[in-house]
């Protein structure tokens, strides 16, 4: 079969979303509309999950995907994170490809058993680390190399919603971040330190943590559910200048020395004292070079969707692999490791414990 950009030759995937939550919905509408596809439709075990697909949405719903067996070439599963694993499992042991939302699983040892399972069953399995598709993080990884990162700063904060609370921040939210830096630098972890503070139930509703890699590289991360504004957004400084994304505007900033500042031939703590206090005034016109540039908007999910369909199709690697999903899962665990250690008195993080017990095989 071939494939040209957003046009598909040959019989069209039959594919399921499996969960009809927040996530599931909108899977459900995207693909419902891909021309790409022919969504067969939404299983859910809640009787009001089934009637909004069905009367909202107006596709057919289902209380068992496992209705699906010989009739969907490919599932999206965006169903609880501790039902990923036997959701996974029972798809590729039965000829299914799977784009399942992340984190991939529960723990280390069910996440390596998938990928383990799509390698025998040979079915791609993809993550849904969907920032890998956002057009301003593709914009700004043009702006640097990956060895030239030598610190970088994520934000990921939001208000709380009430949704995904089966999970920490860590692997709701920060989770994305652990995945895109993981993506950038090139080099392994090499130490983990880690916060967090559950304030509203059992898990983490905020945490950071501080990545230290074996190049030197530092990363710091931040990511909350309990923010009183929503933002996402990231700074990455190389031996170049600094790159600055805002996820939210889709906007990327590059800011460089001019060269002669850059190679140390102008420097401004050599000016005369009533020169340098005049620096502040023309920093970006004389000093440095700011550019500042918008991404062409595009849906994200929408782009993941199309890889997936073109992965069932033609057998075409994926950005995400099952792989990269099990590193990010495993430098999540770490993290929650970190904050079991040295949570506040007040509050207890079960989650830590489980995920952090689990090592990969």
Excluded at 135 to 150: D, E, G, H, Y
Excluded at 236 to 257: C, Q, R, Y
Excluded at 264 to 271: E, F, I, V
Excluded at 303 to 326: D, K, M, N
């Amino acid at each position: 079969m071939s494939y040209i950009p957003n046009v598909f030759v040959g019989p069209k995937p039959r594919i399921g979303v499996i969960g009809a939550g927040h996530l599931g919905r909108i899977h459900a509408k995207l693909a419902a509309a891909n021309p790409a596809c022919d969504l067969i439709g939404v299983a859910d075990p809640s009787t009001e999950s089934r009637q909004f697909v069905e009367g909202q949405l107006n596709l057919t719903a289902v209380t068992d995907y496992r209705e699906w067996l010989r009739t969907i070439d490919g599932a999206i599963v965006a169903a609880p994170t501790y039902l990923h694993h036997e959701i996974g499992l029972w798809c590729l042991d039965n000829g299914i490809h799977v784009l399942m939302e992340k984190p991939v699983a529960s723990t280390l040892l069910e996440a390596n058993q998938l990928v383990s399972a799509a390698k025998t069953n040979h079915r791609t399995l993809q993550v849904g680390h969907v920032e890998r598709f956002n057009p301003a993080w593709k914009l700004a990884t043009a702006q640097f190399s990956r060895n030239s990162i030598r610190y970088i700063e994520a934000s990921r904060e939001g208000t709380y919603t009430g949704r995904s609370t089966d999970i920490g921040i860590v692997m709701d939210l920060m989770i994305h971040d652990i995945d895109l830096i993981l993506s950038a630098v090139n080099a392994p972890i090499e130490s983990v330190a880690a916060y967090g503070w559950s304030v509203l139930g059992k898990n983490e509703d905020f945490a950071t943590a501080s990545l230290c890699f074996r190049n030197g590289t530092i990363a710091n991360l931040r990511a909350s559910r309990v923010a009183a504004s929503p933002k996402r957004s990231m700074q990455v400084f190389t031996d170049d200048g600094l790159t600055e994304i805002d996820f939210v505007t889709n906007s990327v900033t590059h800011t460089a020395p001019f060269e002669d500042v850059a190679n140390g031939t102008r420097q401004a703590d050599k000016l005369p004292a009533e020169l340098r206090v005049r620096v502040k005034d023309s920093l970006f016109v004389d000093w440095l070079n700011r550019v500042e540039q918008k991404a062409t908007p595009t849906n994200a999910i929408e782009q993941e969707q199309l890889e997936f369909f073109r992965a069932i199709q033609t057998g075409s690697s994926v950005t995400v692999t099952g792989q990269q999903g099990c590193q990010a899962l495993e430098v999540a665990s770490r993290i929650l490791e970190q904050i079991a250690k040295n949570q506040p008195v007040r509050s207890i993080i079960p989650a830590a414990d489980r995920f952090g017990k689990t090592k990969a095989a």
